[in-house]
């Protein structure tokens, strides 16, 4: 039977579904749909909201029989096709599926890291503490680990300590690997047949495939794609197929970094000696002016190593400076940015060479040591970056700043890493 034999005016979901609305549109969908994961292509779809696009795609995606990613462009939308569409099919169509919901790692609980910071001096303060409680009751039942479920505010402090990330994991040789919530999630989606993620995800994965030393993809291969809300493509492209490096992820970084050293019972100064480091390297970056997010930079500011870079590097005009925040300190000479680089590189280096030397058995530490080689390798793609093909800028995350590097043009990027992998 035809997805859309399913969907129609006499099939089964007309029959049990009271109030069911027969939509001619919806049909024409399906019948695409099954056409493009029948015999390989490429399906564009445009239609208006009320025409039932979510089922147009599920029902011949699991007629298919293939392993079929679904890539949604919110997180809401993934969470109604896995607790409303799904079941709704798999009750009125017979239609058993095995699906299974991925999202960004840092939606999940790090069980190493808990451990970690459950031991830190901050988790003795009555809100730390009063949170890690919380935690600590919650992942005795969750069977995800994900942070949706968890009986605490959107804003809860404590998480950004205890999530896992892209640049905590350890992986098989981490203690905890077996009980990982993430182990367990990729796991099952290693066993399902649709696999429903986000755009972000899904382009955090494809980065990864395309990255011979990133070690690995995120999502288990798939024979086809589906994205919802396709129109958010090619800015979501843009952001993983660059590189940035931001005054957050050198905190977490230090932050880490001295936890493990402490556990180690290593009193090195290192992780202090980057923070100032990356403190002044960032204030010394070109100004965003009052309401700007984000600026562009100039190709007279990458040319890190090469003659002139030193004059380059230097601003003649003073420069208000400003913190973080936004507020506004006395004018200062132009700094070296290029001198502040190196000291950030080097600040780096010596953290990494430090946490190999004294890690034994600590994976922890060789983790640190892999996220400095891995922010030394972004700071080296930005300041070396071909000027023509990207833009580099400085742009406000949060309350701090980020400096990254963006491809102008994402099409053969696609063609290659997405249109050139995936069948349908």
């Given amino acids: 039977m035809r997805a859309s034999d399913l969907l129609g005016p006499q099939g089964p ?55 079929v990613v679904i890539s949604t462009g919110t997180r809401a939308l993934q969470d109604q096709i896995m607790e409303r569409d799904l079941p709704a099919l798999r009750d009125h169509l017979g239609l058993a599926v095995e699906a299974v919901c991925m999202k960004g790692l840092s939606n999940y609980l790090c069980l190493r890291r808990y451990e970690l910071y459950r031991h830190a001096p901050e988790a003795a303060t009555a809100e730390v503490g009063k949170q890690l409680r919380v935690i600590e009751d919650w992942r005795a039942y969750t ?10 505010p959107e804003d809860a402090s404590v998480w950004a300590h205890v999530q896992s990330g892209p640049d905590t994991r350890i992986g098989a040789r981490c203690s905890f690997f077996e009980k990982c919530f993430v182990t367990k999630m990729r796991r099952a989606a290693e066993n399902a047949r649709i696999v429903v993620v986000n755009h972000h995800l899904f382009f955090a994965d494809l980065a990864l495939r395309g990255d011979r030393t990133a070690g690995g993809a995120v999502i ?19 952001l993983f197929f660059g590189a940035s490096v931001s005054t957050g992820q050198l905190e977490r ?27 002044a390297f960032f204030l010394a970056l070109p100004r965003l ?49 290029e001198q502040r680089f190196f000291a950030l590189d080097d600040a780096l280096e010596a953290l990494g060479a430090h946490c190999r030397v004294v890690r034994g058995e600590d994976e922890s530490l060789a983790q640190i040591a ?44 696609l063609r290659k890493e997405l249109f050139g992998r995936a069948a349908s």
Avoid at 261 to 274: I, Q, R, Y
Avoid at 370 to 390: P, Y
């Fill in 13 to 67: 979901l007309a029959r049990s579904i009271e109030g069911y609305e027969h939509r001619p549109s919806q049909m024409r969908m399906a019948d695409l749909v099954e056409r493009t994961l029948g015999h390989e292509g490429v399906a564009i779809v445009e239609a208006g909201t009320g025409t039932g696009k979510t089922w147009a795609y599920l029902v011949p995606a699991i007629l298919s029989g293939k392993r």
């Fill in 143 to 152: 069977e995800t680990g994900d942070r949706a479920d968890l009986p605490l």
């Fill in 220 to 238: 288990p291969d798939y024979d086809a794609v589906i994205f919802d809300e396709a129109h958010q493509l090619e800015e979501t492209a843009t």
């Fill in 253 to 279: 970084l230090a932050r880490d970094a001295t936890r493990a050293l402490v556990a180690a019972k290593d009193g090195s100064p290192l992780p202090e000696v980057l923070r100032a480091a990356a403190d």
């Fill in 289 to 337: 002016r009052e309401g700007n997010d984000r600026v562009p930079l100039e190709a007279s500011h990458f040319s890190v190593g090469s003659a002139g870079s030193a004059a380059d590097f230097t601003r003649a005009e003073p420069v208000v400076e400003r913190d973080w925040d936004g507020a506004t300190k006395a004018p200062r000479p132009a700094p070296d940015l």
């Fill in 370 to 413: 892999k996220r400095c080689g891995q922010i030394r390798d972004d700071l080296g793609r930005i300041t070396e970056a071909a000027i023509g093909h990207s833009v580099a800028w400085v742009s406000r995350r949060g309350n701090g700043l980020a400096l990254g590097i963006s491809p102008i043009d994402v099409s053969s990027i």
